[in-house]
Structure formats: structure tokens, C-alpha cells
């Protein structure tokens, strides 16, 4: 993922509405992808993953996108509720080594 | 299954006392445990990768002497924040890997705040 940076985009989104989170990562060799949920006080909760080999994959109201050509990853949350107010973090890696975290991105949905 | 878990969950000390965090595994043996430090706002920052009866090796900028991190079985790695000053203030979160034989998946214990005076 990007290095960190100090302030947190944030989507605003009414619930029913889709919601796409977008994340740029920097290593072209990371063959492996997570978006991860994040609630206040709270350890990251795992949403769906994908691999390199992989440019599509859809778990349940969620679908994770990746173009390896710009390096990019998104999130697609589909009908989106107020539970899923969150902040969103996209990481990545490569088999042996350690998880590293995009910026996150804080969705707020409103009723 | 694959649950971790952080001990304490929140901890306020005194500025210049030192400060242990517990990871454990608590349904599977983590071959190696990572350890991340979040500030407000901001996104989860690797801080070291430990390996059971290993040293930990540790990111860049991040003081060993300081951060000492012990992982002496397959199931509980530590975090002791010596002479913790309030810049130390943070939410610590751990994870770990070695419950499914992909490497990639890590498995996030719940974090501990801590707050230093």
C-alpha cells in the first residue's frame, strides 16, 4: 500500500447506495491482497482477499477488483448499511513477509 | 477457529515505566507473529516480524532497545515499551500467521491502547 499518511479520505455514501473504495499499491512483486475492515477500538476485521493471478472476486454484498497494470485495488460494497460504517484498509504482500497497509479510507453511511 | 488475542486491552502508565503487551494464539501455533502500531487517523504501521525462538527483526526507525519483543513459543509473542513516554501513546495490534499453510493469511488480534501520562 501507499505509505502512511496523516489525514483519512473519507466516502460519504446513503444507505441502499453502492459504495467503491479505491487503493494505489507500490509493490508491482506483492502477489497477495486483503481489504480489511476497521471499527473504532478495534483490531482489523478481514472482508475478502484476491491474488495476483486473479483480477475479480466477489464474497457476499462485496467484490474486490485488481489491475495489476496501474496497481490498483478497489472495494465494491454493494446496498450499503449503516453497519458498514468503517474505516477500509487495503494491504498487501508477498508470501513470508509482512502485511502492509494502504492509507484507509473512511466510509460513513448515513440512513 | 485462528483466534488471537491482545492482553491488556487498554493499559495507562506513567511516563518512564515500562509497559508489556501480550499476543497470543489461542487455537493454532503462529510460526511467526507480527507486531503494528496505529496513531489516530492514521493506518497500521509494521513495527517488527518476530519468529518463534528468533530475534525479531524490525522496520526501519523503530528502536529494538526500546521495543523489545520476545517470541518464545508458538503461541504468545510479547511487547514490552521500555521507558514509555507519551509520544509512546498509541494502539498496538498484533498478528499472526501459521493457522492455514498459507503464509499469506494473518490472523489480527483485537489491539491495546495504550496511554502514557
Known amino acids: 500500500g501507499e505509505s502512511v499518511g496523516l489525514h483519512l479520505p473519507t466516502l460519504s455514501v446513503q444507505e441502499g447506495d453502492n459504495s467503491i473504495i479505491n487503493c494505489a499499491y507500490s509493490?508491482?512483486?506483492?502477489?497477495?491482497f486483503i481489504w480489511y475492515k476497521q471499527e473504532s477500538g478495534k483490531g482489523p476485521q478481514f472482508i475478502i482477499d484476491?491474488?495476483?493471478?486473479?483480477d475479480k472476486r466477489q464474497g457476499q454484498r462485496v467484490t474486490v477488483l485488481l489491475n495489476k497494470t496501474v496497481k490498483h485495488l478497489s472495494l465494491q460494497i454493494a446496498a450499503t448499511q449503516p453497519g458498514d460504517s468503517a474505516v477500509y484498509f487495503c494491504?498487501?504482500?508477498?508470501?513470508?513477509?509482512?502485511?502492509?497497509f494502504g492509507k484507509g479510507t473512511t466510509l460513513s453511511v448515513s440512513s | 477457529g485462528a483466534v488471537v488475542s491482545q492482553h491488556p486491552s487498554w493499559v495507562i502508565c506513567k511516563s518512564g515505566t515500562s509497559v508489556k503487551i501480550e499476543c497470543r494464539s489461542l487455537?493454532?501455533?503462529?510460526?511467526?507473529m507480527f507486531w503494528y502500531r496505529q496513531f489516530p487517523k492514521q493506518s497500521l504501521m509494521l513495527m517488527a516480524t518476530?519468529?518463534?525462538?528468533?530475534?525479531?527483526?524490525?522496520e526501519q526507525g523503530v528502536e529494538k532497545d526500546k521495543f523489545l519483543i520476545n517470541h518464545a513459543s508458538l503461541t504468545l509473542s510479547t511487547l514490552t515499551v521500555t521507558s514509555a513516554h507519551p509520544e509512546d501513546s498509541s494502539f498496538y495490534i498484533c498478528?499472526?500467521?501459521?493457522?492455514?499453510?498459507?503464509?499469506?493469511?494473518?490472523?489480527f488480534g483485537p489491539g491495546t491502547r495504550l496511554t502514557v501520562l
Open positions: 484476491i491474488r495476483s493471478n486473479m
Open positions: 518476530s519468529n518463534e525462538g528468533s530475534k525479531a527483526t524490525y
Open positions: 494491504a498487501e504482500n508477498q508470501a513470508g513477509t509482512a502485511l502492509i
Open positions: 487455537d493454532f501455533q503462529a510460526t511467526t
Open positions: 509493490n508491482s512483486a506483492s502477489d497477495y
Open positions: 498478528s499472526a500467521s501459521g493457522a492455514t499453510g498459507d503464509f499469506n493469511e494473518q490472523f
